[in-house]
């Protein structure tokens, strides 16, 4: 295999380990700085140059893509991406879990627990919405904070009102979260590769310091998980779009609350508190999965005029509930069935019969008029009118 690692930080614990364990699995592999990266979309298919030459082929690449460079660095992915040149991370994932607020809605609504949070941008709403997570004291997080650099425990609503008003007023966007007590001053960093967790370590904060990361000086050590807590970090990282990533939760009275999903987990920490080759891990994954790159299958898939990709939610009552999918009708509709979706459980390639449920969600590929007459609370395409003789009041 011949592997990029996309890095600038080329002397960095993290790079140099995923570089020699590449080496001393016999793959050819180079360290290359994306920033040297330029994109071509002058010929006739998608291609990059690096320092000015032309790229030559890669199998796979490996995204280390740091925070200042997010735009810059995931434009690169994505180019990778159309190139079909595999990997783990894509430039959607990457972008996803970067942004505190998108990867918040995202793992919210796929029922992932997270501690309360609220985002707000007026002065009037700060004060409801410190209430709404549980009342002071509260976490006040930057969107694009990293390395536990933006993030401030707050003792009471008064002061966290002032830190809000001051960060907004310097056009910063903030979460505000509740405080989880029991968890306070540790944390746990699992490390998934593929469909399991490699490693996980517990995290401790240092003193009166309640912000357990590694940079900040917390302590380590190694932790068995729990079936629960495993599932919860590999569920997250599939979530996201990521395929390697480092999952963040605290340990909540009720069982794991994630914090974050880093697309760009760091080794040194993990590797030293575990004694496990995680990075030789993540290189024997992306190994046995090169042979399947990426592809953005909304796109690939509706590129047939009149075809697409959609969901479909089985709804109490529908005429679908008790039926099995060869008894829908939905073949004879043109539309395939991808995936069902049943609460946290996903079955992929349903059998013709399978039993539909109420609340099943069903990822489909077929005729877009079909499916959207499925959905009845959605209107049908209406017809362009022209513009009206009168101008509207202003």
Known sequence: MKLAILSRARQSYSTQRLRSAALQRGH?????????????????????????????????ILP???????????????????????TPNTANGITNARDKLRATQILSRHNIAMPATAFVRNRADVRPAIEQVGGAPVVIKLLEGTQGIGVILAPDAKVAEAIIETLHSTNQN????????????????????????????RRRAVGDEFRSNVHRGGNVE?????????????????IMGLKVAGVDMLEGSDGPLV????????????????????????????????AFPDIDVRQRLAVSTGYGVAELVVHAGADLVGKTL?????????????????????????????????EDRLLCFGKTEEMRSMIPSRRRRAKVRRLPKAPPAE
């Open 222 to 238: 190694p932790v068995e998980l729990s079936p629960e807590f495993e599932r919860t970090a590999v569920r997250s990282a599939q």
């Open 64 to 86: 280390r893509i740091g925070n200042s460079i997010t735009y810059f660095g995931t434009a690169v992915v994505r180019q990778f991406e159309q190139m079909d040149v595999y």
């Open 28 to 60: 050819e592999v180079k360290v290359l700085n994306t920033l040297r990266f330029a994109i071509d979309l002058s010929g006739d298919e998608p291609d990059l140059h690096f320092r000015g030459r032309p790229l030559s082929t890669y199998d796979a």
């Open 174 to 201: 903030v979460l505000i979260q509740r405080f989880i007590k029991e968890s306070r001053g540790r944390d746990i960093r699992a490390l998934v590769v593929g469909d399991r967790v490699v490693a996980a370590m």
């Open 259 to 290: 914090m974050e999903v880093n697309s760009s987990p760091g080794l040194q920490g993990i590797e030293t508190a575990t004694k496990l080759d995680v990075a030789g891990a993540i290189i024997d994954y992306i190994s046995n999965e090169v």
């Open 326 to 358: 060869g008894e829908s009708g939905l073949l004879e509709r043109d539309i395939t069935v991808l995936t069902l979706n049943r609460g946290t459980s996903v079955i992929p390639n349903p059998r013709s019969r399978q039993l539909l449920q109420a």
